[in-house]
């Protein structure tokens, strides 16, 4: 099994690399990246915040598109060239082709957000306000990225491109805004009303839990644990989404 699934990551990779959206994203990312130096010039504030806090902004933004739009497509663009059939009629479990796309979309992020992450360390070096923490953030949008890429496989084996895309980036704006959910709760006064809050504050994806961008902006340290928290919930709810796309992929019919 671990023999087919990394045969399918690496076709998944060099596929992904030859996309030109891919190069496009990140061509945008790193002019950005460069830029943020100009922008800070032209705003009221601290110059070293406003450049940390612009390029790990444009580090995030372009990760989770490229999550999103790479995702999407993994499956669906599979069964429309119907070379799904083709993988499937070899002895290779549906599981297998799910986790393998995933692992090679995986690797794509990886590369992808490791030339972010460098060229903004770089930028940083070269204005002389390089600060290790930095890279501590990169590593936390990474993770960040590893689950939005799973939600996206899991749409994308449930529905069309384009409703997988608004699903994805939806739950990607919402899974930031959890903590409303609490406000929500304290004011309603029904109990049904509080337990049905509740319980789509647990389901939904809690993308807060790899935010640290504030802290280390502003210079305040991260525990440790909040970093080990963290990995710990991609763990956990990473592969409940991936099992779940798994099953939802098993059911599928193909034609």
């Known amino acids: 099994m671990p023999g087919r699934i990394l045969a399918i990551a690496l076709n998944t990779f060099r ?62 663009r599979e069964i429309e060239r119907r070379t799904v059939l083709v993988l499937l009629a070899k002895p290779m479990h549906r599981a297998e082709f799910v986790l393998g796309k995933y692992c090679g979309l995986v690797l794509t992020l990886l590369v992808n957000t490791c030339v972010m992450g460098l060229s903004f360390f770089g930028l940083l070096v070269a204005r002389g306000i390089a600060d290790p923490a930095v890279l501590l953030v990169v590593l936390m949008l990474f993770l960040q990225f590893l689950l939005i890429t799973a939600l996206a496989i899991l749409f994308s084996c449930l529905s069309n491109p384009i409703v997988s895309c608004l699903l994805t980036l939806a739950l990607y704006v919402i899974g930031h805004l959890l903590w409303s959910f609490d406000l929500l709760k304290a004011r309603l006064t029904s109990q049904a009303g509080r337990a049905l809050c509740g319980a789509i504050y ?5 993308l807060g839990n790899f935010d640290i961008k504030g802290d280390v902006v502003h210079g305040l340290p991260v525990p440790g644990a909040r970093v080990a928290w963290a990995a710990l919930y991609l763990a956990f709810y990473g592969s409940g989404v991936l099992l779940l796309a798994c099953a939802v992929f098993q059911r599928k019919e193909l034609q």
Not at 17 to 39: E, G, Q, S, T
Not at 202 to 206: Q, V, W
């Open 15 to 76: 596929e992904a690399i030859r996309n030109r959206i891919l190069y496009l994203l990140l061509a945008f990312a790193v002019a950005l990246i460069l830029c943020a130096h100009v922008l800070s010039l032209l705003t009221v504030g601290s110059e070293e915040k406003i450049i940390k806090d612009f390029g790990l902004a444009t580090i995030e933004v372009f990760g989770v598109l490229t999550a999103v739009l790479m995702g999407i497509g993994l499956v669906s």
């Open 202 to 206: 647990y389901l939904l994806p809690h």
